[in-house]
């Protein structure tokens, strides 16, 4: 166990823009393209990544100063203190069998591609922390590490076939060919698209909101940079910067202006490796796809999910301050990615409904993150990490993905008749998503020219 935790740290420390590139390099090498060219696209995926991370960082620092100013004038103390997902994630490494997972959805992985039950090879490898922390929470109140595992496992298998079910909407979405997003966060889904299409019985709600049509209707107001500096000043006025508030506009438009440009990276990066790895599976296995399995990132050159994250700050620090049963303070993870990026594929951009949608997972996300801080608390305190811990507080992850899912889960294994009732209407639910999902595709290859209309008819 240990000599397996050692591999499994040296390849994470590594971080995701070393390793990445290197897994791009080598998948590169096998598919057929020349040493020069996998390791161009392999260095530009490194960058691509670093590019966007910068960014994210650049973003939540700006913005997540006026929103921590407004918490602060607000003088509200609650005992959870969320740490953002890095710590959060990080912290579920500590746990004694976490190292395991790595072989697990390897192991799943490549079985479901060798007999054809996946499309997607997962090269997303950080992504295994979400995996080991599923695995944690149902442990830890069923005291079965198995139970853990199993669950963590339904997990993988879902996120694989999630990815299989929207990969040219993924690929229209972003531009780039041959990828596709088996990111947990896109699991909460099956739950986002109904309730998109039920918003769609209110007549506002069908206007297709997106960067798109705000520069068209909005003119100069809809580009990027201005859309940002006017969202940003907001935000920095309610956080009571006075003329501060301008840098901050200034800063997110930058941002929001930097987005589109660092995700044209990835396409540079990835369509020489797509392009190759279709040409030797069509080859070797006539009649079968790949496709290449990656980090959210990739999307966040769409400004809908920065604009859409940014008017929940508000929402969210307000929500925290006056629910009840609330114990956790939106802090460290206050740019809510795991809902806005999701809504951004269910909505397809549709801002009033990404923003709908976000506000009203609020709520979910602040009672899920008050449940599980005492789990998180404890394990700190079982595995030594005392020095992350506050006296008087508990370590709490707010805007973790698949919350509602994971309340579920957890609450299910407490025999909690109401988490039992939604975890079978999720499964029926889930059934139902990856059926609409047949026309969602068809709809996106229609789209995108790959084949005609009357294909389906």
Not at 181 to 203: R, T
Not at 214 to 220: Q, S, T, V, Y
């Amino acid at each position: 166990m240990d000599a397996l935790a050692l591999v499994f740290q040296s390849i994470l420390d590594l971080g995701a823009a070393v390793f990445l590139p290197i897994i791009i390099f080598i998948l590169g090498l096998i598919v057929g393209l020349k040493p020069g060219k996998a390791l161009s696209a392999g260095l530009m995926l490194g960058v691509a990544l670093t590019g966007i991370n910068l960014v994210v960082s650049y973003m939540s620092t700006t913005v997540g100063t006026a929103a921590q100013a407004f918490v602060e004038n607000t003088g509200v103390q609650l005992t959870g203190l969320d740490m953002g997902w890095a710590p959060a994630l990080g912290l579920c490494w500590n746990w004694k069998y976490a190292f395991l997972m790595f072989p697990v959805q390897i192991g799943i992985n490549v079985i479901m591609l060798v007999l054809g039950w996946t499309k997607t090879l997962n090269v997303d490898m950080w992504n295994v922390a979400n995996k080991i922390f599923t695995a944690f929470l149902v442990a830890s109140v069923t005291g079965s590490a198995v139970l853990g595992f199993a669950a963590a496992i339904i997990q993988i298998v879902l996120e694989l076939k999630n990815a299989d079910a929207t990969k040219n909407q993924i690929t229209e979405l972003t531009g780039v060919p041959g990828i596709s997003m088996p990111h947990p966060m896109f699991l909460s889904n099956i739950i986002f698209y109904p309730f998109a299409k039920l918003l769609d019985k209110i007549p506002f709600m069908r206007y297709q909101l997106n960067a798109a049509t705000l520069k068209d209707k909005l003119g100069i107001f809809g580009e990027n940079h201005v859309l940002g500096f006017i969202v940003g000043t907001i935000v920095g006025l309610v956080g009571g910067q006075g003329s501060q508030a301008l840098l901050t506009g200034v800063q997110a438009g930058t941002a929001l202006t930097l987005f589109p440009m660092v995700s044209k990276l990835f396409m540079t990066a990835l369509t020489p490796i797509s392009d190759a790895a279709n040409s030797f599976i069509k080859k070797r296995f006539p009649g079968r796809e790949m496709v290449i399995g990656l980090d959210w990132p990739i999307l966040a050159g769409n400004p809908e999910i920065w604009v859409a994250i940014i008017f929940t700050i508000p929402v969210a620090l307000i929500v925290a301050m006056v629910l009840p049963g609330n114990t956790v303070l939106p802090f460290g993870n206050l740019m809510n990615v795991c809902v806005c990026a999701a809504a951004f594929v269910a909505c397809k951009g549709n801002l009033i409904k990404m923003i709908t949608i976000s506000w009203l997972m609020c709520p979910i996300l602040s009672w899920s993150a008050s449940d599980f801080a005492p789990m998180l608390t404890d394990l700190a305190i079982s595995t030594g990490s005392t020095d992350i811990l506050i006296e008087g507080q508990q370590l709490a992850w707010w805007g973790m993905d698949i919350a509602e899912i994971r309340w579920m889960a957890v609450e299910a294994c407490r025999v909690n008749p109401i988490a039992i009732a939604a975890l079978a209407g999720f499964a029926v639910l889930a059934f139902f998503f990856f059926k609409w999902q047949k026309k969602e595709e068809h709809d996106a290859a229609v789209r995108m020219g790959w084949i005609q209309e009357t294909a389906s008819k």
